[in-house]
């Protein structure tokens, strides 16, 4: 709100010509769709954090899932320079809405091209195991301090070392994506080593045997 006031303000100082307007008209532009995203994200938190949230629920195939990811992520990890790696451990089939799902896994590789080192390799991977089905997301950057593991989670936190979000993002990626993941019954959590990249597991419930 303060970037597109000073911007107004600025714009109507004096008299400017119309490319300038149009510039500052452009700069507006960028700043509301950013608010607008704010403002989604935390209504989906608060929704999720009191059991608000609707979700459709079906079965959800979660190879297919992670190559529509993939696919739809591949151009932004071409230009950093990195790999994106799917692999499936065993088949599996999650019970949730695959909208949610997907955004869930969204944040995840968008978080993990954030940090991934150019010529490295960003991987997802699914599998089911005794305790339902699950999905992983793994990258080979810098990691996370262990004193950062405890508020990765927490809406606009952001870790100031190895991890900082120099590189954008509004630090509610992390905490929807866990909300949601909770919404739906299942569990959120990361892993990491300093120096050896982080990994984030989504566990779901799977569904139902027909």
Do not use: K, M
Request: aromatic share 4%.
């Amino acid at each position: 709100v303060t970037n597109l006031r000073g911007t107004v303000e600025v714009a109507l100082r004096r008299p400017r010509a119309p490319e300038a307007y149009r510039e500052a008209l452009e700069t507006c532009r960028s700043e509301t769709e950013r608010l607008s995203v704010l403002v989604r994200d935390l209504l989906d938190l608060a929704r999720g954090e009191t059991g608000a949230l609707a979700l459709e629920r079906s079965p959800v195939d979660l190879s297919a899932l992670l190559c529509r990811a993939v696919q739809a992520h591949d151009a932004s990890a071409r230009e950093r320079g990195v790999v994106l790696e799917r692999r499936e451990t065993s088949p599996a089939t999650a019970w949730g809405d695959p909208t949610r799902l997907r955004q869930i896994v969204d944040n995840l590789v968008d978080n993990a091209l954030r940090f991934a080192p150019e010529g490295s390799a960003v991987t997802l991977e699914t599998g089911r195991d005794d305790g339902g089905v699950w999905v992983r997301v793994g990258d080979r950057g810098p990691g996370i301090a262990p004193e950062d593991l405890p508020h990765l989670f927490e809406r606009f936190w952001r870790a100031d070392r190895s991890r900082a979000r120099a590189t954008g993002g509004l630090g509610l990626g992390l905490a929807i994506a866990r909300t949601l993941a909770e919404a739906h019954g299942g569990s959120l959590e990361a892993r990491s080593v300093p120096g050896e990249g982080a990994r984030f597991t989504l566990r779901l419930p799977a569904a139902p045997e027909s």
